[in-house]
């Protein structure tokens, strides 16, 4: 989609449908969208007065105008509460918009930037969010539908007008950044939806490797051999149950020398049956998705490196099956991480922290300010925070409160768990130096706790997205069934704001 920001008034902009906006409970707009009403003889107001508009979030009524405003339809698209407003209700808000004007069957629509302005927020954040919302919610996955039920036409156009020169040029800036993101989720959503016959870790290589080319990235591929001459017995432990090898994927940005080094570490097992320790056939299929930490990851590379981040970003993505066969692991086997500790594994379903122990523990090589994972851990995070929320845990306050405030802006909401040293207790082995369980209480956090024991010195944190990476019930317009791409706004935002270690 070709999306700019022009400069000029609303009710004179010649386009298929114009968005307007309004606040729940107003009865007279202001703004834009009172300038349209007022171009339109009050019937935008009448239809308030009517109760026909409400302004409720995501309501959206499409007014075919008489005259007076240049465009063929006018979009009222409401924004909620005003006092609930922020950058959350404009993806909201602009998603419906987006959804509607595809339903309409129209290439192109303009959108006034809803709330620049209003409420503290910065014409950049204002245009940013509304293009994520946009993109987000016009995301679809039929690439292997012979046959789509509702065919849509791709809207392929875009304006954002603006009446205030002087805001601009943020909201270029800032719907930039919108567009870049939100194409790096879709990618990302893209990956984890694609089943584990097509995403195998050699063809999650090769889409890491592809990336890299077209980006000018460094992207290495360490296969079975050179893992079993590092040592890395955890991630090889896992994969030795399956026919398709592992890939250890490392994506390097770095745009110039002397920039702070982040190693972004992201579990891909793109199928987990949970081995030997089988899982329950029911939902298995959606562990097509257990790779999504790694996609994640991949994601955020692509769109720091389009936005030019001043980072050298380190991606690892161990990428494995976790199969049951004849040589795949068994409970009570006894494997050697790269760390050199040895690991009783009586659940071989605990497999993430297998693979991620050895990620860990590589990425102390590039001695980095900080080491976030992503992983679809656990079901323990499940259960303690649902579908809504990614469950942080981390080593590091500073890095802890960054990742929540980038939550907050983000929508991509985080909840940090505590990671005592008592817990540690819960993974005691009797033969090993560790178990890789810890019983049924807290298990998010002691999966956590066990992958803090392969981390190292750098302040680090882990965000477990086992509830977030995957909707069967999609609450917002802008979020479709199946994979979220949950992570990549999350962490982009992070880092877009960075100060430092
Ligand atoms: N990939 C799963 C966790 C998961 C569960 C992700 C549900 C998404 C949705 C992970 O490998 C796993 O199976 N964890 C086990 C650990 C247990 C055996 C200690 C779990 O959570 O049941
Ligand atoms: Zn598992
Ligand atoms: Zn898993």
């Known amino acids: 989609?070709?999306?700019?920001?022009?400069?000029?008034?609303?009710?004179?902009?010649?386009?298929?449908?114009?968005?307007?906006?309004?606040?729940?409970?107003?009865?007279?707009?202001g703004g834009a969208t009172g300038a349209v009403d007022k171009a339109m003889n009050g019937r935008i107001s009448a239809l308030i007065a009517s109760g026909d508009i409400r302004g409720k979030l995501g309501e959206v009524t499409v007014l075919y105008p008489e005259g007076g405003v240049a465009a063929k339809r006018v979009i009222v698209v409401g924004l909620g509460k005003q006092e609930e407003f922020g950058l959350e209700a404009i993806r909201h808000a602009a998603g419906a918009a987006a959804q509607k004007i595809r339903s309409l069957g129209l290439t192109s629509f303009a959108t006034v930037v809803h709330g620049s302005g209003a409420g503290g927020i910065a014409p950049e954040d204002a245009a940013q969010a509304l293009v994520e919302g946009s993109i987000l919610s016009l995301y679809t996955f039929t690439r292997h539908k012979t046959v789509v039920e509702e065919p849509t036409t791709p809207i392929e156009e875009m304006v954002l007008i603006e009446f205030d020169a002087g805001k601009i040029p943020a909201m270029q800036a800032g719907a930039r950044a919108g567009q870049i993101i939100a194409d790096s989720v879709s990618f990302v959503r893209d990956?984890?939806?694609?089943?584990?016959?097509?995403?195998?870790?050699?063809?999650?290589?090769?889409?890491?490797?592809?990336?890299?080319?077209?980006?000018?990235?460094?992207?290495?591929?360490?296969?079975?051999?050179?893992?079993?001459?590092?040592?890395?017995?955890?991630?090889?432990?896992?994969?030795?149950?399956?026919?398709?090898?592992?890939?250890?994927?490392?994506?390097?940005?770095?745009?110039?020398?002397?920039?702070?080094?982040?190693?972004?570490?992201?579990?891909?097992?793109?199928?987990?049956?949970?081995?030997?320790?089988?899982?329950?056939?029911?939902?298995?299929?959606?562990?097509?998705?257990?790779?999504?930490?790694?996609?994640?990851?991949?994601?955020?590379?692509?769109?720091?490196?389009?936005?030019?981040?001043?980072?050298h970003l380190v991606g690892i993505i161990p990428a494995t099956e976790n199969m049951p066969s004849g040589k795949a692991l068994k409970p009570g086997d006894i494997v050697t991480s790269l760390s050199g500790k040895t690991i009783e594994v009586q659940?071989?379903?605990?497999?993430?922290?297998?693979?991620?122990?050895?990620?860990?523990?590589?990425?102390?090589?590039?001695?980095?300010?900080?080491?976030?994972?992503?992983?679809?851990?656990?079901?323990?995070?499940?259960?303690?925070?649902?579908?809504?929320?990614?469950?942080?845990?981390?080593?590091?306050?500073?890095?802890?409160?960054?990742?929540?405030?980038?939550?907050?802006?983000?929508?991509?909401?985080?909840?940090?768990?505590?990671?005592?040293?008592?817990?540690?207790?819960?993974?005691?082995?009797?033969?090993?130096?560790?178990?890789?369980?810890?019983?049924?209480?807290?298990?998010?956090?002691?999966?956590?706790?066990?992958?803090s024991q392969f981390v190292g010195d750098f302040p680090w944190a882990h965000l477990d997205i086992a509830g977030t990476y995957w909707t069967d019930k999609p609450a917002k317009p802008y979020q479709s069934k199946g994979a979220t791409g949950v992570g990549v706004r999350l962490l982009m935002d992070w880092l877009r704001r960075w100060e430092g270690a």
């Open 191 to 311: 990956l984890v939806n694609e089943p584990a016959n097509i995403t195998t870790p050699a063809a999650l290589a090769g889409k890491a490797q592809a990336m890299a080319r077209d980006l000018g990235l460094r992207c290495q591929v360490l296969e079975r051999e050179d893992m079993q001459s590092l040592g890395m017995g955890a991630l090889l432990g896992v994969s030795q149950g399956s026919e398709e090898p592992p890939k250890l994927i490392i994506l390097e940005y770095q745009p110039d020398a002397g920039l702070p080094t982040i190693a972004l570490v992201g579990k891909a097992l793109t199928f987990d049956s949970g081995g030997i320790s089988l899982k329950p056939s029911e939902d298995m299929h959606k562990m097509k998705g257990d790779m999504a930490g790694g996609a994640a990851v991949m994601g955020v590379l692509w769109a720091a490196a389009m936005l030019r981040l001043p980072f």
């Open 347 to 451: 659940n071989t379903d605990a497999e993430g922290r297998l693979v991620l122990a050895d990620a860990l523990t590589y990425a102390g090589r590039f001695q980095p300010a900080a080491i976030v994972d992503l992983a679809t851990l656990t079901g323990a995070c499940v259960v303690a925070l649902g579908n809504i929320t990614t469950g942080l845990m981390s080593t590091d306050d500073r890095l802890a409160s960054q990742l929540e405030a980038a939550g907050q802006r983000s929508g991509e909401r985080v909840w940090r768990l505590p990671l005592f040293k008592e817990y540690g207790e819960q993974l005691k082995s009797d033969v090993a130096d560790l178990c890789n369980v810890g019983g049924r209480p807290a298990g998010a956090i002691t999966a956590a706790y066990f992958l």
């Open 1 to 29: 989609m070709k999306i700019t920001v022009q400069q000029g008034s609303a009710q004179s902009f010649p386009t298929e449908a114009l968005v307007v906006n309004l606040f729940e409970g107003v009865g007279s707009p």
